[in-house]
T-cell receptor
Framework: DQQVKQNSPSLSVQEGRISILNCDYT??????FLWYKKYPAEGPTFLIS?????DKNEDGRFTVFLNKSAKHLSLHIVPSQPGDSAVYFC??????????????FGKGTKLTVNP | GAGVSQTPSNKVTEKGKYVELRCDPI?????LYWYRQSLGQGPEFLIY????????DSGLPNDRFFAVRPEGSVSTLKIQRTERGDSAVYLC??????????????FGPGTRLTVL
């Protein structure tokens, strides 16, 4: 039973265009959401996050939108660059046992930005 | 270095053997997490340390898995009687745990464990 779902295993876009990566979650206790980027043979790299009290957070070319009623978030990358090609993971957390902020991850979406 | 480091980067072992995986968190980070990533999946939580104590070990799959963090810094994940199904990338992450909202977890490069 996946609590965080990324239904698109892959996405291909042209350089300069917008990339939109989607994520859905089922656990209403989640209060913090993050996006990580992962290159092969490397660990996930933190990209951007959003608290459940907000509906948008922006950092340069990256914007994350949160729709709590739909339990949906998305990552927008504008403009997309070839160096953005990587696997993107959506993750969510809820305060839990012992102060743990353990992350629940989706399966990832492989983004390819074509020159 | 300034980031989370993990050793070894790769470990190949035989079924039934014992392995230890090491994580060196970012200096000053009191929270440390272990995750496991299998092929085609996202990372899955294993265990969380706040300081020296394992405050949440709800993700450990069974009693063959154990982790320690004796001095509140370096952590070791120990797997006894390894099985082929243990083959995965083991990731370590650390965070400041400021107590003000949720703190970003920073990941190491991982240890790729292969059990033959």
């Amino acid at each position: 039973d996946q609590q965080v779902k990324q239904n698109s295993p892959s996405l291909s876009v042209q350089e300069g265009r917008i990339s939109i990566l989607n994520c859905d979650y089922t656990n209403s206790m989640f209060d913090y959401f993050l996006w990580y980027k992962k290159y092969p043979a490397e660990g996930p790299t933190f990209l951007i996050s959003i608290s459940s009290i907000k509906d948008k957070n922006e950092d340069g070319r990256f914007t994350v939108f949160l729709n709590k009623s739909a339990k949906h978030l998305s990552l927008h990358i504008v403009p997309s660059q070839p160096g953005d090609s990587a696997v993107y993971f959506c993750a969510a957390s809820a305060y839990s046992q012992g102060g743990s902020e353990k992350l629940v991850f989706g399966k990832g979406t492989k983004l390819t930005v074509n020159p | 270095g300034a980031g989370v480091s993990q050793t070894p980067s790769n470990k190949v072992t035989e079924k039934g053997k014992y392995v230890e995986l090491r994580c060196d968190p970012i200096s000053g980070h009191t929270a440390l997490y272990w995750y496991r990533q299998s092929l085609g999946q996202g990372p899955e939580f294993l265990i969380y340390f706040q300081g020296t104590g394992a405050a949440d070990d709800s993700g450990l799959p069974n009693d063959r898995f154990f982790a320690v963090r004796p001095e509140g810094s370096v952590s070791t994940l120990k797997i006894q009687r390894t099985e082929r199904g243990d083959s995965a990338v083991y990731l370590c992450a650390s965070s400041k745990q400021t107590g003000w909202g949720t703190d970003t977890q920073y990941f190491g490069p991982g240890t790729r464990l292969t059990v033959l």
